[in-house]
């Protein structure tokens, strides 16, 4: 189970890394689009489209380091 969790972790870090590289992506008529980044802990409902928001929110909420 933890190394489970662990893993789910990696997965979200990739995707604040890659949120990080990209903010938004253009989609069609030129509008941007944000990804959504959801926290994987069970019963948590928090997201968000900032990866500093997210980062944050591991560390001080669940007490997880990226």
Do not use: I
Not at 1 to 15: D, S, Y
Request: with cysteine; aromatic share 6%; proline share 3%.
């Amino acid at each position: 189970m933890a190394e489970e969790m662990k893993n789910e972790l990696n997965q979200r870090e990739t995707q604040v890394e890659e949120l990080d590289n990209k903010d938004s992506e253009q989609v069609s008529g030129g509008s941007k689009w944000k990804k959504t980044v959801m926290c994987y802990v069970p019963g948590c409902n928090f997201s968000t489209t900032d990866p500093v928001a997210y980062r944050d929110h591991m560390q001080t909420v669940h007490g997880q380091q990226g």
